[in-house]
């Protein structure tokens, strides 16, 4: 079992940042990979971004590269999703997801945490 739990959204101007968090427990935390996902009313959840378990690999939505930063900290049990120069489109319940059998199944999801954007 892990737990996930997300914080760090809010509302925010276009051009703005925010820096999300996700704390991990139940399992070591540097045995799994991590990726972000979201979702927009109306439309499927979408991948965003992804990090290894050591941390070294990571790989991003083409929609968000060069603005979001994925990373981690296993002495801390957390990921962190920073992004930068946000756009009224990346407005989104965002969630954090743990791949802990290495499938990019994504057994485990936090709860979300709410990010809006204004124009």
Avoid: H
């Amino acid at each position: 079992q892990v737990q996930l739990v997300e914080s760090g959204g809010g509302l925010v101007q276009a051009g703005g940042s925010l820096r999300l968090s996700c704390v991990a427990s139940g399992r070591t935390f540097s045995s799994y990979a991590m990726g972000w996902f979201r979702q927009s009313p109306g439309k499927e959840r979408e991948f965003v971004s992804l990090i290894s378990k050591s941390g070294r690999s990571t790989y991003y939505v083409d929609a968000v590269k060069g603005r979001f930063t994925i990373s981690r900290d296993n002495a801390k049990n957390t990921v962190w999703l920073q992004m930068n120069s946000l756009k009224p489109e990346d407005t989104a319940i965002y969630y954090c997801a743990a791949d802990v059998e290495g499938s990019e199944e994504y057994e485990y999801w936090g709860q979300g945490t709410q990010v809006t954007v204004s124009s």
